[in-house]
């Protein structure tokens, strides 16, 4: 199995998470477009076919071990379940998503700065490291803390709170508060994580970020 950190940006670095109306839709888009069916547009069809395609069995094109959705990115943690499946996955999410920004904020053009940006994980240190930095983003969102990259952590008790009070990333699935279960896989790291709030504070205290520098989001 290969695992991928695959992430992309608006164009421009434009905010393209407005709200959690825009970040729960991307979240239900991680669902409805892991499957190897063409999803429905859910704004079009009525909800007898919503319904009647739910009870079809899912055939997942992609495992999401792991995922964090900010204000002008996003991060996934991709291995794939069929032949192309993170290509297809992501064509159809970035696709999708982006019909609705469009749509609801009544915009044209492109929403994305690119195709998604796909990192092998190919080593033991960058696989133990990778899951924290994605869960670390959103202290991108707290004041005083926005330096955490440098490993500027002031107090590591009250990143952890903070990052206990934000939906939308798998952090909460891997400390065992059912968040999104749905659509994350927490089995592989949560062999090697047996407890991650613990694993995390540690992290938070003891590791260097500085050898991880070429595989994080610029």
Not at 105 to 132: M, Y
Not at 166 to 194: A, H, M, Q
């Amino acid at each position: 199995m290969e695992l991928y950190h695959c992430l992309n940006r608006g164009v421009d670095k434009r905010i393209i998470f407005t709200d959690n109306r825009d970040r729960a839709r991307f979240v239900h888009d991680m669902y409805e477009f892991n499957d190897v069916r063409p999803a429905l547009n859910v704004g079009r069809s009525s909800m007898s076919d919503i319904v009647s395609q739910s009870l079809l069995e899912r055939r997942r094109i992609v495992q999401i071990h792991g995922w964090c959705v900010m204000g002008n990115h996003y991060h996934l943690l991709l291995s794939e379940l069929q032949d192309g499946g993170i290509s297809l996955f992501l064509r159809k999410l970035n696709v999708g998503y982006a019909r609705y920004f469009n749509d609801r904020h009544r915009r044209v053009g492109t929403l994305f700065q690119g195709r998604t940006k796909k990192i092998l994980i190919n080593s033991d240190a960058h696989f133990l490291h990778i899951l924290h930095y994605i869960h670390l983003n959103p202290l991108d969102f707290l004041k005083g803390y926005e330096r955490w990259r440098d490993f500027r952590i002031k107090n590591s008790r009250t990143a952890l709170g903070y990052l206990e009070q934000y939906r939308w990333s798998s952090y909460l699935d891997y400390c065992r508060k059912k968040n999104f279960p749905s659509i994350i896989t927490t089995e592989l790291f949560g062999d090697v994580f047996k407890n991650y709030p613990k694993t995390i504070g540690s992290y938070l205290k003891d590791i260097e970020l500085a050898p991880m520098r070429p595989y994080l989001l610029e």
